[in-house]
């Protein structure tokens, strides 16, 4: 089955700076890629994501690339703020489900802006 | 709109104990799945479900059964809840691409 690895487990980022989460995936058929956003005590949001025929997708501040080739994608957040502080989660899915109803998780990014 | 909706938010139980966690969406999705949350592990897939009357097992199903008898519902019934079954757990649907979540469903067992 998929494995999703994710890098780095914590990362603290001066507010403002830039902050990148790189996951790596194992699946050569893995063909969609979403970033989840979880506060304290919240449900997972999806942020973002990114199909296998696309290389870069950007909204706002934040962004995700995809590598094929190397089986790896990234998130990019940029002028960070505090309220960007949050797990962020990376996943993957594969084309031989139905409608994305199995998707595999990183293990998070626990993301602190300082002021 | 209410989303997919979960019930109850906090549950205690005893070791050996039974019970369902409850999960609804009301936006006509075929797909939903179930996911449990533990600390340094991300979220882990137990069950899911392509359509009404079909379901099939995750990375982790043991000790848990579902069922989907409406495009609506899929509850998770915990059958012998063991002390490893403490965790957060998730419901997700999907229309076809996008997964969204319930609020989620703290457990402890004890």
């Known amino acids: 089955g998929e494995n999703v690895e994710q890098h780095p487990s914590t990362l603290s980022v001066q507010e403002g700076d830039s902050a990148v989460i790189k996951c790596t995936y194992s699946?050569?058929?893995?063909?969609?890629f979403p970033w989840y956003k979880q506060e304290l005590g919240k449900r997972p949001q999806l942020i973002i994501d990114?199909?296998?025929?696309?290389g870069e997708k950007k909204d706002q501040r934040i962004a995700v690339t995809l590598n094929k080739t190397a089986k790896h994608f990234s998130l990019h957040i940029t002028e960070t703020q505090p309220e960007d502080s949050a797990v962020y989660f990376c996943?993957?899915?594969?084309?031989?489900?139905?409608?994305?109803?199995?998707?595999?998780f990183g293990t998070g990014t626990r993301l602190t802006i300082i002021p | 709109n209410a989303g997919v909706t979960q019930t109850p938010k906090f549950q205690v139980l005893k070791t050996g104990q039974s019970m369902t966690l409850q999960c609804a969406q009301d936006m006509n999705h075929e797909y939903m799945s179930w996911y449990r949350q533990d600390p340094g592990m991300g979220l882990r897939l137990i069950h899911y479900s392509v359509g009404a009357g079909i379901t099939d097992q995750g990375e982790v199903p043991n000790g848990y059964n579902v069922s989907r008898s409406t495009t609506e519902d899929f509850p998770l019934r915990l059958l012998s809840a063991a002390p490893s079954q403490t965790s957060v757990y998730f419901c997700a649907s999907s229309g076809g691409i996008r997964a969204f979540f319930g609020q989620g469903t703290r457990l402890t067992v004890v």
């Open positions: 990114i199909r296998s025929n696309v």
């Open positions: 699946d050569s058929a893995s063909n969609y």
């Open positions: 996943a993957a899915s594969s084309p031989f489900v139905f409608g994305n109803e199995k998707l595999t």
